[in-house]
């Protein structure tokens, strides 16, 4: 990552731009979590524009009172410390690595990301399928872009990978998309290596709690199937792939 002066550093450090990089819906269960009294107090300190993305994730007495310039620092401090990891390495000090790349997309498009990582793990399966109706129930369940990218995947020739039996969830398109993206998850976590724990934590937080928790809890358990060099190339141009996206 690029070089920071020690001024960008204690800017980068302050918990208000700590929070700021973090996905909403964490720090509005910390909020959630505060004495009702300190709720609304909780939120009104937050920075302006996470204070209007935060809004929709709290009931409606946790967002009624005007910022609190005299609790401010105090309460910002406090949310931080509750969801920073006792090993907590600052944005601008984490290990260097490929996996960085991640940090700087979107939420939108990191989840884009693991829905297409995920067809590595569905292609094992639909290399052996020839019934022609489950098929066109996989395709429903696809976008025209992950159709496109699948494609790809399936004229990979390596060596064969372990079956998820994903298919078998087919007859409940919201149960099959939700296992197909848990196993994304699953294999994004695997590519990152032990002394990378840091750069997982950052990506973990960028994404909404329920999906973040999967990737640390998969990372901990190492639950994927480690990537071979040659995969780990095609995890670089799938990146790529989504960095041009429009």
């Given at each position: ?5 020690l001024v960008q550093q204690a800017h980068a450090e302050l918990p208000s731009q700590q929070l700021l990089a973090v996905h909403p819906s964490w720090i509005a269960e910390q909020i959630s979590r505060l004495p009702p009294a300190l709720q609304s107090a909780g939120w009104s300190t937050l ?200």
């Open positions: 990552m690029e070089e920071m002066s920075p302006e524009s996470l204070r209007a993305r935060t809004a929709a994730l709290l009931p409606k007495q946790a967002v009624s009172r005007h910022p609190s310039p005299s609790l401010g620092g105090m309460m910002q401090t406090y949310l931080w410390r509750q969801l920073r990891s006792p090993a907590h390495v600052p944005s601008y000090a984490l290990p260097e690595s490929p996996m960085l790349r991640l940090l700087a997309l979107s939420k939108t498009q990191l989840v884009r990301f693991i829905d297409f990582l995920a067809l590595w793990e569905l292609a094992p399966e639909l290399q052996l399928l020839i019934d022609q109706a489950k098929w066109a129930q996989v395709r429903e369940q696809l976008s025209l872009e992950q159709q496109a990218y699948l494609e790809i995947v399936l004229r990979w020739k390596g060596p064969p990978a372990k079956q998820q039996r994903l298919l078998g969830l087919l007859s409940d398109g919201a149960r099959f998309k939700r296992a197909v993206h848990e196993r994304g998850l699953a294999r994004l976590a695997s590519a990152f290596r032990a002394a990378e724990a840091p750069i997982v934590w950052h990506l973990a937080h960028r994404l909404d709690t329920g999906r973040g928790r999967y990737l640390g809890e998969a990372f901990h358990r190492q639950a994927g199937t480690p990537l071979s060099p040659r995969e780990l190339e095609h995890f670089m141009a799938l990146i790529n792939r989504i960095e041009a996206a429009p």
